[in-house]
């Protein structure tokens, strides 16, 4: 029940955005600012979009790989894609229950193993969104009167995702606060402090052992990797539209909108991830009918063209399910 009322709470705030949106929004100057994308960028933006799930899949593998060496690319991508697919049209982020808990005996790795990597896996890439998103408001926030505020929180994020990020590399330190704070949880809430430590021991177990050698710089790189590229759709989309004068905000809207992501919303993040997106863009410079184009067709990359693999990886997986 209690998750039920969150969904129709994220319901009602993507109906919301929505709203938001569409009440002073010019149809018309809308469809002029769809006409004439430049197919050259577009195809440019399809190729940064294929290179960030590759690299994640590669990120994801890697993970995996202290517990099964043997994993191939493929073999982690199909139930990767599919839990996106599955993330964009079921509600409760069904398709994260699913990549933890139905694959573990295709990837040969227990679902604790898996679920730990999953959480791994959110925390990176939280912390780099967080200083993308420092970075862009220091590069491109106005720097005048109050507005120069942004400023300060632009370095705030910044120093916290690094410092976050840099202590990944030793995480052995954060037991004992770790430790403390689902003690304290407890004492609060046992209920709640007991599920907290399932998920945070298991975290931190597979945090200390990813940091031996060099795996944990590498899948830091990796990560900064994932979402530079990520980043660049963003401009490759704002590039093809004639209509967005500053397609520099597209640095913005990413983090922004990713950000926007970990509000309850619908399934795809519809809604609330646009509102926000167009949001960045506006604060960019762009006019409004242009932000909307540029943050829907962003939209589309993200959920269209994984939706229809993943199902497809899906499909293959049930298939092959028997033969795992």
């Given at each position: 029940m209690t998750r039920w009322v969150q969904f129709a709470i994220g319901v009602a705030l993507a109906g919301l955005c929505l709203w938001l949106i569409l009440r002073d929004l010019d149809r018309a100057a809308l469809a002029e600012a769809f006409r004439?994308?430049?197919?050259?960028?577009?195809?440019?933006?399809?190729?940064?979009?294929?290179?960030?799930?590759?690299?994640?899949?590669?990120?994801?593998?890697?993970m995996l790989a202290v517990a099964n060496p043997s994993l191939g690319f493929w073999r982690c991508a199909v139930p990767f894609l599919g839990s996106i697919a599955a993330n964009n049209v079921l509600p409760f982020r069904l398709g994260d229950v699913l990549r933890c808990l139905a694959f573990s005996r295709w990837l040969e790795v227990d679902p604790g193993t898996v679920t730990a990597?999953?959480?791994?896996?959110?925390?990176?890439?939280?912390?780099?969104?967080?200083?993308?998103?420092?970075?862009?408001?220091?590069?491109?926030?106005?720097r005048e009167g109050a507005l120069g505020l942004l400023g300060v929180g632009g370095w705030v994020l910044v120093?916290?995702?690094?410092?976050?990020?840099?202590?990944?590399?030793v995480p052995g330190v954060l037991r004992p606060v770790s430790r403390a704070t689902v003690a304290g949880v407890r004492a609060l809430h046992p209920g709640f402090g007991t599920r907290l430590a399932g998920f945070a021991e298991p975290l931190l177990d597979t945090l200390v052992t990813l940091s031996r050698g060099r795996r944990m710089l590498g899948l830091i790189g990796a990560s900064a990797l994932v979402w530079t590229c990520e980043g660049a759709v963003y401009w490759a989309v704002a590039m093809a539209i004639p209509a967005v004068t500053a397609p520099a905000a597209a640095w913005l809207a990413m983090p922004i909108g990713t950000l926007a992501t970990l509000l309850p919303s619908t399934p795809g993040y519809i809604g609330t991830f646009d509102y926000f997106a167009i949001a960045a863009a506006e604060a960019g410079g762009n006019s409004t009918?242009?932000?909307?184009?540029?943050?829907?067709?962003?939209?589309?990359?993200?959920?269209?063209?994984?939706s229809i693999l993943g199902g497809i990886c899906l499909l293959y997986w049930r298939l092959r399910r028997g033969q795992a």
């Open positions: 004439n994308p430049d197919p050259r960028w577009l195809a440019l933006g399809f190729v940064f979009w294929a290179t960030g799930y590759a690299v994640r899949v590669l990120r994801w593998r890697a990597t999953v959480l791994a896996e959110r925390l990176l890439d939280l912390l780099t969104v967080l200083v993308a998103a420092g970075l862009a408001i220091l590069i491109l926030a106005p120093s916290v995702g690094l410092l976050a990020l840099g202590l990944l590399l009918a242009a932000a909307t184009a540029f943050a829907v067709l962003v939209h589309a990359y993200f959920y269209i063209p994984a």
